[in-house]
């Protein structure tokens, strides 16, 4: 049970990163036996340059992409079904292709990303892989024409570059993963979205009866964190509401003095902090008209 809540979390995770940078298909059936791939991304035609805030993840999207992510340590039997996968749907492509009456492009064809917690020297052995230049420690190529990697998460470099894909591991690397996650600047694209899909995979690990101990000790991590980000939302949330109350104030002063405000005002007004709100507040006393507050606004802009 709790394999299948991981899974799942694993395929929301990398469609809420993905889905900015091209079309996401989680769960894409291919056809022989009843097969799903988790992930399967096709990259937009505009290049996005917001990708690189993906790190190493961004790399593989850059073209389309199979990405199979295990919460345990893929088997051999697992990875050759994830090539199969890949075959299959190389295969439909083809057959598009001379429908088509066009050549399928190598660019076209997804490369698979097997991402696995942990990968022992023998599995890899099995497969005969080899790294390539100028990728990190941790990712094992097949030979060019399979165009698969295994992904050996526990071997990537504990850094910025790997982040997105370390919050998919196991144990300490998740935890370490998830705490540089927590850290993250608040305004961070895809901060807030990630953390509340880590915390909802927490509330669905909790209603499971049997943990393993690498999910007891997931859950143990995320509660102060938890309890961290909703006693800050909640301030923000204080915050935010003395904003709208001061601002809600202000409007009616000056709609009592001037009339109906114009849309444009209000809007400027609204973007106005605090503490402008506060100067604002003293100045309109002065106000005789309504230019009066646009220049006000002006000089706060400037």
């Not at 295994?150 to 894909?165: C, K």
């Not at 904003?243 to 001037?258: C, Y």
């Not at 008209?289 to 606004?297: G, H, I, N, R, S």
Request: proline letters at 5%; hydrophobic letters at 40%.
């Amino acid at each position: 049970m709790t394999r299948f809540v991981h899974d799942e979390f694993a395929k929301d995770y990398l469609e809420e990163l993905l889905k900015p940078y091209g079309e996401v298909k989680p769960s894409q059936k291919v056809s022989g036996e009843i097969k799903e791939i988790d992930v399967l991304f096709t990259p937009s035609a505009q290049p996005n340059s917001n990708l690189e805030l993906l790190g190493l993840l961004g790399r593989f999207a850059e073209f389309p992409a199979i990405l199979e992510p295990f919460r345990n340590a893929a088997s051999s039997d697992e990875i050759c079904d994830c090539l199969q996968k890949l075959l299959e749907v190389k295969a439909l492509l083809r057959r598009e292709a001379k429908a088509n009456k066009t050549k399928l492009q190598d660019s076209n064809i997804p490369k698979l990303w097997i991402l696995t917690p942990t990968a022992s020297p023998a599995i890899l052995s099995s497969f005969n892989v080899n790294q390539k230049s100028g990728w990190l420690p941790g990712i094992y190529f097949l030979g060019d024409a399979l165009r698969t990697a295994i992904v050996a998460i526990h071997q990537l470099p504990s850094t910025p570059e790997t982040l997105w894909l370390r919050i998919l591991g196991r144990g300490s690397v998740q935890s370490q993963a998830i705490i540089e996650l927590q850290a993250l600047p608040s305004n961070h694209p895809y901060r807030k979205a990630t953390l509340e899909l880590v915390y909802n995979l927490r509330e669905n690990l909790k209603i499971n009866q049997n943990l393993e101990s690498d999910d007891r000790e997931l859950i143990m991590r995320l509660e102060p964190l938890y309890q961290q980000d909703r006693e800050r939302a909640k301030q923000e949330g204080k915050q935010e509401g003395k904003q709208e109350g001061q601002q809600d104030v202000i409007l009616r002063q000056l709609n009592r003095r001037f009339g109906e405000i114009d849309a444009v005002l209000i809007e400027r007004i609204r973007g106005l902090s605090i503490e402008q709100l506060s100067l604002l507040a003293e100045a309109l006393l002065d106000f005789a008209v309504v230019t009066d507050l646009e220049a006000w606004l002006n000089q706060q802009a400037g």
